[in-house]
């Protein structure tokens, strides 16, 4: 039920981080695999790195924030392997701002990878979805968007992930009769490139620790299986769900 063996897979902020952990996963359980990224010299390394470990992967330079690059992706995907099963629309960004000083310009730039990033690469990859009958769409939404994480002041991440988790769901009632099913993934605090400053600060990574029931962070790789699940026929009548892999944070 987990075996990917033949499908392929878009995922987009591709080239490292959480990104790059949920390609390797789906890669492990057989799928083919478009890195995409901004980043050429990382998606290089990136495709580099999963090539040698056995995986078949490809990459395309591409910005979420601009429509026709996400939409000259799934083109890509679809020229190399004639179709598209499995979109990650992962890429995403943060900025810790209080929301009295936030500008105009911060709050659009958030808006732009987070939100209308995640739509608009879910709609590419939903077109060609659509014509072949079936697919499985996996939104990185966060547990920013079920509840209000502290000290960090995060309005505009906070308002974008939740939107993320409405995108996800008024999608998988669109588009169910196609075969196509939608889905997120909220991660909690995971350990990253990204974030590992923050964990050695007491003032903000020990109240992330000391917040989480698990006390730990989350290592990139622990979202592989989710990735893989709702990617995957093992999660067949799955839809419009979002899945928590948090250590047990919101439930504190």
């Known amino acids: 039920m987990f075996d990917l063996t033949g499908r392929t897979a878009l995922v987009t902020g591709g080239a490292r981080g959480l990104g790059l952990a949920m390609a390797r996963a789906l890669g492990t359980q057989g799928a083919r695999l478009m890195l995409m990224d901004r980043d050429a010299a990382s998606l290089d390394a990136a495709v580099g790195t999963l090539t040698g470990e056995g995986i078949e992967a490809r990459s395309v330079i591409g910005d979420v924030t601009v429509p026709a690059d996400t939409v000259r992706a799934v083109a890509e995907i679809r020229a190399a392997w004639q179709r598209v099963d499995i979109g990650v629309c992962n890429a995403g960004v943060a900025l810790n701002v209080p ?32 014509e072949q009958k079936s697919g499985s769409i996996v939104a990185i939404a966060s547990m920013s968007g079920l509840i209000v994480n502290v000290p960090q002041l995060q309005t505009a991440y906070n308002v ?27 991660p ?16 903000r990574g020990g109240v992330w620790l000391d917040l989480t029931p698990m006390k730990r962070a989350g290592e990139p790789p622990e979202l592989g299986g989710a990735a893989v699940y709702l990617a995957s026929d093992a999660s067949s009548f799955v839809t419009g769900q979002t899945l928590v892999v948090d250590g047990g944070y919101v439930l504190r």
């Open 160 to 186: 974008s992930k939740a939107g993320v988790i409405m995108i996800v769901k008024s999608l998988a009632v669109e588009w169910a009769h196609y075969g196509v099913r939608v889905n997120a993934i909220a």
């Open 188 to 203: 909690g605090y995971m350990r990253t490139e990204m974030t590992a400053a923050s964990f050695q600060e007491p003032a």
């Open 99 to 130: 929301a009295e000083d936030m500008t105009l310009e911060q709050w659009n730039a958030v808006m732009a990878v987070n939100l209308t990033g995640v739509f608009f690469t879910a709609q590419a990859c939903g077109r060609a979805m659509i």
